[in-house]
């Protein structure tokens, strides 16, 4: 098992920044990529970014050029720095780690962290 605890989330004016950090603990070592997933009210829960372990990083085009994921695997954290936040970012963002194999698959959520952008 994996436990993941998110933290850095808040109110922030539209344009403004906000970093995420979420820490994993227990089987850490069977992780093989670590990643940030939103949901709004209203709508399906979707993928921001995600970062494997040897650092290849993936982003959803409405956060290019403005999110930036990055893993501290000595820490066994991942981060996400979010400038130019605009309302549409406003959403519960959950932490997200995935092991696989090649024939399974297992990922473990975190309980989320609020993001509000005012306008």
């Known amino acids: 098992q994996v436990q993941l605890v998110e933290s850095g989330g808040g109110l922030v004016q539209a344009g403004g920044s906000l970093r995420l950090s979420c820490v994993a603990s227990?089987?850490?070592?069977?992780?093989?990529?670590m990643g940030w997933y939103r949901q709004a009210p209203g709508k399906q829960r979707e993928l921001v970014a995600t970062?494997?372990?040897?650092?290849?990083?993936t982003y959803a085009d409405s956060v290019k050029g403005r999110f930036t994921i990055s893993i501290d695997n000595a820490k066994n954290t991942v981060y996400l720095q979010m400038n130019g936040l605009e309302p549409e970012d406003a959403a519960v963002y959950y932490c997200?780690?995935?092991?696989?194999?090649?024939?399974?698959?297992?990922?473990?959520w975190g309980q989320g962290t609020q993001v509000t952008v005012s306008s």
């Open positions: 997200n780690a995935a092991h696989w194999t090649e024939v399974s698959f297992v990922d473990y």
């Open positions: 227990g089987r850490v070592f069977s992780i093989n990529a």
């Open positions: 970062i494997t372990t040897d650092n290849m990083p």
